[in-house]
């Protein structure tokens, strides 16, 4: 059974603030890991994806991966009221679908 | 916009009605995985079609059937509607050649059962 954990939140951080995200995942054969944001009643958007250990930056987001600690992060670095969203953290081990978290809901306050 | 599209966007159906679902891939891809995604919980892996395929299937009854096209367009259907069923319903599309293979989502169809 593969398993993806992550903090439900609700994280609070003030605007301007690093805001950071955790995930860590039971199977140790996981190969690619994603971060999608979520807005309320919208469909997972597609913000990060890191496959190997160390970090990846893409603009105001970093994503860390572990794979001996088998956790993979986000950071969000000077955060803006319109990050406030659901961060889904995913991961895929062999087979093309991928096993979703529940998802950490952000608010980040003006 | 990912170039993924979904329809309908809504839909009201009653236990024990069947529904049909439709996806359109993003230009390209020719890999599309279903989600189901229940209120405050992660997507959910239904099955995806490869080459008009199904190439891997989560756990979810036979009663839930899907169809791929020869232009990777796809369809979910749904027999005999139970009240849990009710859900946002996602398709996504990808390109398992991409290296990385990155899954890219529609808006979704908001499936209420009542």
């Known amino acids: 059974q593969k398993e993806v954990e992550q903090n439900s939140g609700p994280l609070s951080v003030p605007e301007g603030a690093i805001a950071s995200l955790n995930c860590t995942y039971s199977?140790?054969?996981?190969?690619?890991f994603f971060w999608y944001r979520q807005y309320s009643g919208k469909s997972p958007e597609l913000i990060m994806s890191?496959?190997?250990?160390g970090d990846k930056e893409d603009g105001r987001f970093t994503a860390q991966l572990n794979k001996a600690s088998q956790y993979v992060s986000l950071l969000i670095r000077d955060s803006q009221p319109s990050d406030s969203a659901t961060y889904l953290c995913a991961v895929r081990a062999g087979a093309n679908n991928l096993f979703f978290g529940t998802g950490t809901r952000l608010t980040v306050i003006p | 916009e990912t170039g993924v599209t979904q329809s309908p966007t809504h839909l009201i159906k009653t236990r024990g009605q069947q529904v049909t679902l439709r996806c359109s891939s993003q230009?390209?891809?020719?890999?599309v995985s279903w989600y189901q995604q229940a209120l405050g919980q992660g997507p959910q892996f239904i099955f995806q079609?490869?080459?008009?395929?199904?190439?891997g299937r989560g756990n979810f009854p036979p009663r839930f059937s899907g169809l791929q096209f020869p232009n990777y367009s796809s369809e979910l259907n749904v027999n005999a509607l139970e009240l849990d069923d009710s859900a946002l319903y996602l398709c996504?599309?990808?390109?398992?050649?991409?290296?990385?293979?990155?899954?890219?989502f529609g808006p979704g169809t908001r499936l209420t059962v009542t």
């Open positions: 890191i496959y190997s250990n």
């Open positions: 199977d140790r054969v996981s190969q690619s």
């Open positions: 079609y490869y080459r008009e395929e199904e190439n």
């Open positions: 230009s390209g891809h020719n890999t």
């Open positions: 996504a599309s990808s390109f398992p050649g991409s290296g990385v293979n990155e899954q890219y």
